[in-house]
């Protein structure tokens, strides 16, 4: 049976731009810190990849620090984070990923509207209660689950006026929204390669020159003295390969958005009790989280799955734990209705066969359901 996979936001299918570098780089012998020539060889493709993930984000290459992936980047950005004074503060949206919020216990939220976006005027007034300058601010700028943008412009002068930092996770905006203007008023922002296309297992935050970090990770020295550790020079490659790719791969925008506005409008026709989350909201073009009351999210993903279809339950990044998600519990969603959603999203490689696939397997679903 052919399959259609439609869990793009967990991760995206490898393109072949991505491929070739890794295999590329992975016959390439030498540590890109020795000074001989095969160091200098493989120096050479850590170079370029530099230079390629900070081309995507309009910033200097200096500012690119690779690490394994989104999650250690995140880590770093919020553990690592030094502020010129303690004790740091770190206000963080409600409806970021885990790989942010788990961080610290001390992590205090910024809640969002019922539209999943944040509201500024929160974000303001959490500011101004405090002296900000020991400040971190993170907020994402797609989300994960729902797509919903967030007002990242906005936010960041916020921060930036109240003496604060400004943190990104432009994981989900990547692959979709013009990366250079969300880099250009955060002060980091973050990355991670198979999101868009790349190999699993690496990332990057791109911090501009001014944020000072305390290293997680010690050692040899390398990636500014921030994240020691020999790079991993096949996946650093495809990662590169994918940002010098991308604007090619990002024309395909207007197609998605029609895709997935018609899956939305079928789904809404097939069941009338359905709900699309965070449709009131600006939304990038690739994600729909489609609650059905009445139905567990677990047994839609097993249905779907057995007619060849794949999307997730809520957050993949949480699969395994069918708990009720915390980005739809922050938009107010009750238990019931946040366990019934299912997160389908739509990449590079997204066809319409596979929105019709995916149409067909959901109205099948419904019927059976209706009939139980
Ligand atoms: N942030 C966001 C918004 C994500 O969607 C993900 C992946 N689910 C991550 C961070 C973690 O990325 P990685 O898999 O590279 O650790």
């Known amino acids: 049976m052919k399959r259609s996979y439609l869990d793009y936001n967990a991760t995206a299918p490898l393109k072949p731009e991505a491929r070739q570098a890794v295999l590329a780089a992975m016959d390439r012998a030498g540590n890109p810190s020795s000074v001989h020539q095969d160091g200098q060889a493989a120096r050479a493709i850590l170079s370029r990849a530099r230079r390629q993930a900070a081309a995507l984000a309009g910033r200097p290459e200096s500012e690119v620090i690779f690490t394994s992936g989104a999650t250690e980047a995140n880590n770093l950005a919020i553990s690592g984070f030094a502020p010129p004074a303690e004790p740091k503060r770190i206000l963080a949206s409600a409806v970021e990923h885990p790989s942010v919020l788990e961080v610290s216990d001390s992590i205090e939220p910024i809640p969002v509207r019922a539209s999943g976006d944040v509201d500024p005027e929160a974000l303001e007034r959490r500011l101004h209660d405090r002296d900000s300058r020991r400040t971190l601010v993170s907020v994402m700028a797609v989300n994960n689950e729902t797509g919903v943008i967030q007002p990242i412009e906005e936010l960041a002068d916020i921060a930036h006026d109240a003496g604060a930092l400004f943190h990104s996770d432009c994981v989900q905006a990547a692959p979709h929204l013009e990366l250079a203007p969300l880099a250009a008023v955060s002060d980091i922002i973050t990355l991670s390669a198979h999101k868009l296309g790349g190999p699993r297992g690496v990332g990057a935050l791109i911090a501009k020159e001014h944020v000072v970090f305390t290293p997680v990770q010690r050692g040899g020295g390398q990636e500014r003295r921030v994240r020691s550790g020999t790079e991993a020079l096949e996946a650093v490659a495809g990662f590169g390969a994918v940002c010098a790719a991308q604007p090619t791969y990002a024309a395909r925008g207007p197609a998605l958005l029609a895709m997935r506005d018609r899956m939305e409008t079928e789904v809404r026709r097939i069941a009338p009790n359905s709900l699309i989350v965070g449709a009131d909201a600006p ?15 677990e047994t839609q993903v097993m249905a779907l799955d057995l007619a060849g279809v794949s999307v997730s339950a809520g957050s993949a990044c949480s699969s395994g734990k069918i708990a009720a998600s915390h980005v739809l519990t922050a938009m107010g969603f009750d238990a019931e209705t946040a366990g019934s959603a ?31």
């Open 283 to 297: 939304r990038a073009p690739h994600t729909a989280n489609i609650a059905l009351p009445g139905a567990s999210a």
């Open 342 to 372: 299912i997160r389908v999203s739509l990449g590079w490689a997204t066809e319409e066969a596979d929105i019709d696939r995916f149409l067909d397997a959901y109205e099948k679903m419904v019927h059976r359901l209706s009939r139980t």
